[in-house]
């Protein structure tokens, strides 16, 4: 479904993507681990055309990303929910979600959206008219994914989905990932909960300096020595 090959990408004179080849095949969820500073959240952004690759290609179902505007990008399926979440603090959940269905693709199936959306987290149905701002941390990233959805998604992009959260809703984000992944959604997710993150993937990839340094499945992963020494402290 989404193909990158040889990105490289950066910042001005800043390269901070190195040769990045990575795969997402339809209905896989797809993990990407590392420390802080390795280039995740510019990995998103250039596969949500944030910013531009320097040079190699990034690929949806075979269109050329790297040469579609951002906007055209959220109408051929790709939503991605920000590390900094980014809701509206002054308008109310339901209008945070509305502006998710924006997109003139999306606006028809805007009621039906939405019932996908309260269905899956009845938490936003509750609190629909309070403001975004005042719910808790757990409850924004539950908006802001919900809003990532209205835009009926094909791949669902999530930048560090559990940060800044307490333990006991880290798990509810990685419980959300798990339901969100049940309804068929392809998911690429970075995170640094190394260990909750592999259990809700298929497979991950290790990116350390701009680079990809290891690739496989959850448990192959688990098994790699820099992965348990640098993550899991065993
Ligand atoms: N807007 C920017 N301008 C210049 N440099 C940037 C910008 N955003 C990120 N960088 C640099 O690019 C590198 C990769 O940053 P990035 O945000 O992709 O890392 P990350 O893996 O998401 O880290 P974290 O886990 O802390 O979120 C870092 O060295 C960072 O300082
Ligand atoms: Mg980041």
């Known amino acids: 479904m989404l193909e990158l090959r040889a990105v490289c990408a950066g910042y001005g004179t800043f390269q901070a993507l190195f040769d990045v080849s990575l795969d997402v095949k339809a209905g896989e969820a ?7 500073g390795a280039g995740k959240t510019t990995l998103m952004r250039a596969i949500s055309g944030l910013i531009r690759p320097t040079s190699g290609s990034i690929r949806l ?6 040469a579609t505007p951002s906007h055209r990008i959220v109408e051929l399926g790709i939503a991605h929910v920000p590390e900094s979440r980014r809701l509206f603090p002054r308008m109310t959940v339901e ?12 606006r028809p199936k805007f009621r039906q959206q939405l ?4 269905e899956l987290f009845p938490r936003l149905r509750e ?37 800044g959260l307490a333990p006991v809703l880290v798990e ?9 992944r049940a309804g068929g959604l ?34 192959e992963l688990l098994a790699t020595d820099t992965i348990r020494e640098a993550y899991l402290g065993v």
């Open 30 to 36: 797809v993990g990407v681990i590392g420390p802080n």
């Open 61 to 66: 179902e075979g269109t050329d990303l790297a």
């Open 186 to 219: 392809t998911v690429l997710i970075v995170e640094q909960n190394v260990q909750q993150v592999l259990r809700v993937v298929n497979r991950a990839y290790l990116l350390k300096a701009g680079s990809i340094r290891a690739t496989g499945s959850a448990a």
């Open 95 to 106: 209008d945070n979600l509305r502006m998710g269905g924006f997109a003139p693709a999306a």
């Open 115 to 118: 019932d996908v959306v309260y």
């Open 172 to 180: 509810q984000v990685f419980d959300l990932v798990k339901r969100i």
């Open 127 to 163: 609190r629909h008219r309070q403001l975004a701002g005042s719910m808790s941390g757990g409850e924004q990233q539950m908006c802001a994914i919900g809003r990532a959805l209205m835009s009926a998604p094909r791949l669902l992009l999530l930048d560090e989905p559990s940060a």
